[in-house]
């Protein structure tokens, strides 16, 4: 094998599938493969590359199939034409497929970070200026904190939207602890409550900015000082509607999965 794949590709995909999908394998690529031809039929795989090696293991893995490694022993290869594989390009596409059949790694465990330090920074920030040794986080960073916690939220809501439409359309074998999750918390009512509650909430905080403005008889603002109410403001308002957009949505695809 070139250095590439032996030492970087094969054990770096092999390691990210391993971690997403808690398979016991080293190997996601040997191509030396026995199966019962009734069980593989029954994952209806569909990828055309060489991805294909690792959507096999993937979708036996969350199938519930047994998964057995056995030691092989490889010869060089005596082929006098190139290998069809392309090192970048096919290394890609295996990652992307394995990122793809996982969203708690693409979009839930990212969104949970950057939701919990948006969060944090924001608590921190809004009453004040914060030392951190000799350096200054000021209103500059309330702005980067706040766009974290909306970033962080429409990561989640990808996740949800992603594990439901994979359930719904059969790309994913049905998790019935998801699908009973869902239906219990994600409920359209719910959502838009809680969307309108943090859009009364921003619209609050606007209206303390509007007063401060008042009393400076509409004149010159102190950046800073305004700048406190504003930014957890519209940050507030923004989520509300994205929190009630995505609850709409998640009622459209739960009607999808009804009708189907």
């Known amino acids: 094998m070139p250095f590439l794949h032996r030492y970087v590709g094969n054990p770096f995909l092999s390691f990210v599938?391993?971690?997403?999908?808690?398979?016991?394998i080293n190997d996601f690529h040997c191509g030396i493969r026995g199966f019962q031809r009734k069980a593989i039929l029954e994952l209806k795989l569909r990828t055309t590359?060489?991805?294909?090696?690792?959507?096999?293991?993937?979708?036996a893995a969350l199938s519930d199939l047994k998964i057995t490694e056995t030691p092989v022993i490889l010869y060089p290869d005596k082929r006098n034409r190139k290998s069809h594989l392309?090192?970048?390009?096919?290394?890609?596409?295996?990652l992307r497929f394995l990122l793809l059949y996982s969203p708690r790694w693409l979009f839930f465990y990212p969104g949970i970070f950057l939701l919990t330090l948006g969060l944090i920074g924001t608590i921190l920030l809004i009453p004040g200026t914060v030392l951190l040794g000799t350096k200054?986080?000021?209103?500059?960073?309330?702005v980067y904190t706040s766009a974290f916690i909306l970033a962080g939220f429409q990561f989640v809501a990808f996740y949800i939207f992603s594990r439901l439409y994979a359930y719904t359309h059969g790309l994913l074998p049905a998790n019935e602890k998801f699908l009973s999750g869902f239906k219990k918390y994600f409920r359209l009512e719910t959502g838009v409550f809680a969307g309108f509650f943090f859009i009364i909430a921003g619209i609050l905080l606007m209206m303390r900015s509007?007063?401060?403005?008042?009393?400076v008889h509409f004149?010159?603002?102190?950046?800073?000082?305004?700048?406190?109410?504003v930014i957890p403001s519209s940050t507030m308002i923004i989520l509300g509607l994205q929190m009630i957009m995505t609850f709409f949505y998640l009622s459209f695809l739960s009607i999808k999965s009804k009708s189907t």
């Not at 200054?136 to 309330?142: E, K, N, Q």
């Open 219 to 229: 004149g010159n603002l102190d950046p800073v000082v305004v700048l406190r109410w």
């Open 86 to 94: 392309r090192t970048w390009r096919d290394g890609w596409r295996h």
């Open 17 to 24: 599938g391993k971690l997403f999908f808690k398979i016991p």
């Open 136 to 142: 200054r986080l000021d209103v500059h960073t309330l």
């Open 210 to 215: 509007f007063l401060y403005w008042k009393q």
């Open 49 to 59: 590359g060489m991805e294909f090696a690792s959507e096999m293991i993937v979708k």
